[in-house]
């Protein structure tokens, strides 16, 4: 069975500066996705960035950008130029492909609560 | 139109009664999802509709009973739960390999 794990429960940033979330993950599949979900105090549970597994090229979606390492099933996400708005639960997330869409195999990890300090 | 909407809010209920929270989205999504979230605790699946159909049906209680009337609503309908039911319930939708959240509904059984 595939699990994902974020090892770090909290982190906390500076306004402006650069922060790293960890997420490792194992599988035995070749074929897969990985999600960076952030969900703010507001709850509402919205999708930072995506990695297709078999892309090589880390994905990046203006100041978020991802480290996808598949060797080392690691998956980090770095937010550039951190603003107080980024402040929310991160979870990361697994998805297979095997089943050609999505049918609702999403894998979360426990989350990171990011801080940002002004 | 590319949200995925929640009714209600908050919802208050005792063990007794029967509510239903509704899901609804009109980006022509085929499958659709209802996760419970306890505080500080990452989403669990409950149910996946694909095609209007019952795919996945992760072991829920009977007290949770789904229905998806149509490709652009899903309801969960709630009877006789118990307090630890208290939860937020996230619906959401996809078409392809993206997950769209709703804003969930805060439940709290008494």
């Known amino acids: 069975a595939q699990t994902v794990t974020q090892s770090q429960p909290e982190m906390s940033v500076q306004e402006a500066e650069t922060v790293t979330l960890s997420c490792t993950y194992d599988?035995?599949?070749?074929?897969?996705?990985l999600f960076w979900y952030k969900q703010p105090p507001s709850r509402q549970m919205i999708l930072v960035i995506r990695?297709?597994?078999?892309?090589?090229q880390n994905a990046t979606e203006n100041r978020f950008s991802v480290n996808f390492q598949k060797a080392a099933k690691s998956f980090s996400l770095k937010i550039s130029d951190s603003q107080l708005g980024d402040a929310a639960m991160y979870f990361c997330?697994?998805?297979?492909?095997?089943?050609?869409?999505?049918?609702?195999?999403?894998?979360f990890g426990k989350g990171t609560k990011l801080s940002v300090k002004p | 139109d590319t949200e995925v909407t929640q009714t209600p809010k908050h919802l208050v209920m005792g063990m007794t009664n029967k509510k239903s929270l509704k899901c609804e989205q009109h980006?022509?999504?085929?499958?659709m999802y209802w996760y419970k979230q306890k505080a500080k605790k990452p989403p669990e699946l409950m149910f996946v509709?694909?095609?209007?159909?019952?795919?996945i049906n992760e072991s829920v209680p009977s007290r949770f009973s789904p229905e998806c009337p149509n490709s652009s609503l899903l309801n969960l309908h709630l009877h006789a739960l118990q307090p630890e039911d208290s939860a937020l319930y996230l619906c959401?939708?996809?078409?392809?390999?993206?997950?769209?959240f709703g804003p969930g509904t805060r439940l709290t059984v008494l």
């Open positions: 959401a939708s996809s078409q392809g390999h993206e997950q769209f």
């Open positions: 599988t035995s599949e070749s074929d897969y996705y």
């Open positions: 990695q297709e597994a078999y892309k090589q």
């Open positions: 997330a697994y998805e297979t492909n095997s089943l050609g869409g999505s049918q609702g195999n999403l894998i």
């Open positions: 980006m022509g999504h085929r499958a």
């Open positions: 509709y694909s095609y209007e159909k019952l795919s």
